[in-house]
């Protein structure tokens, strides 16, 4: 009754662009490594029936994603998994997708890595990796951990705008996820993994941002310092 979860910040084929990005070279490393030692793959799917439904999950399984929606993830990998037969997980931030960013996968893209059945996608919100005011000297926070600046009052935003920020934030990825994939997203990842964990004073934030998980998607991924998930972890924050 658990499960690893291992998260890509992106997969390279050149010259890497960040620490959470391997090579692609290693990530195939990594991936055969997991079926030589009796990994199975799971998907988002496999993850919402064992949290909603009490379906068991294969022995040894791995939930393998891939941050950011990145073309270079999709492209460096295809054969890779296709050759170890395994399924991984995309989650997508669609404003990279709105700005024609050529580094992300465009929707129809992602359609037919569905369609193939060797893909899933999960979102990663619309504007939720934009950095915001947090303070009247140019400070700024990431989007859904940080009570947003208003310059006009000299004050932060209220609890209650701060939930309604949140919820406007959530609807719009939900909404737009459900015009461009014809279903609603499965899933939820924290952009920089960050929902409010790391401050110990940000108690209601914590318990806003895995609440509006619950409401909208069921099943949230952040980050920390656990890999292993299980029947007892909160789901809304694996």
């Known amino acids: 009754d658990t499960f690893i979860a291992l998260a890509y910040g992106g997969i390279s084929a050149g010259k890497m662009q960040g620490p959470d990005e391997v090579t692609r070279l290693q990530y195939e490393e990594q991936i055969r490594a997991l079926r030589q030692h009796g990994f199975n793959p799971i998907g988002l799917s496999d993850v919402r029936a064992f949290y909603q439904e009490g379906k068991l999950l294969p022995r040894k399984a791995?939930?393998?994603?891939?941050?950011?929606?990145?073309?270079?993830?999709?492209?460096?990998?295809?054969?890779?998994?296709?050759?170890?037969?395994?399924?991984?997980?995309m989650f997508v931030r669609a404003d990279t997708i709105r700005d024609k960013d050529p580094s992300a996968l465009r929707w129809p893209i992602l359609r037919d890595m569905v369609r193939s059945g060797m893909w899933e996608v999960g979102a990663e919100s619309v504007d939720g990796f934009q950095r915001i005011p947090t303070g009247s000297e140019g400070e700024t926070g990431n989007f859904f951990s940080s009570p947003k600046w208003n310059a006009a009052e000299q004050r932060l935003e209220t609890p209650e705008e701060f939930s309604a920020r949140i919820s406007e934030e959530h609807?719009?990825?939900?909404?737009?996820?459900?015009?461009?994939?014809?279903?609603?997203?499965?899933?939820?990842?924290?952009?920089?993994?960050?929902?409010?964990?790391?401050?110990?004073?940000?108690?209601?934030?914590?318990?806003?941002?895995?609440?509006?998980?619950?409401?909208?998607?069921?099943?949230?991924?952040?980050?920390?310092?656990?890999?292993l998930n299980t029947r007892y972890s909160d789901p809304r924050a694996l």
């Open 62 to 89: 791995v939930l393998v994603t891939m941050e950011q929606g990145k073309k270079s993830s999709y492209l460096e990998t295809r054969d890779i998994l296709r050759a170890n037969r395994w399924q991984t997980t």
């Open 171 to 227: 609807q719009r990825t939900v909404d737009q996820f459900q015009s461009e994939m014809g279903f609603a997203p499965p899933a939820f990842a924290f952009p920089y993994g960050d929902y409010g964990q790391y401050d110990p004073r940000a108690v209601p934030t914590r318990v806003l941002n895995l609440s509006k998980v619950g409401d909208f998607y069921g099943i949230g991924f952040s980050m920390g310092p656990f890999m």
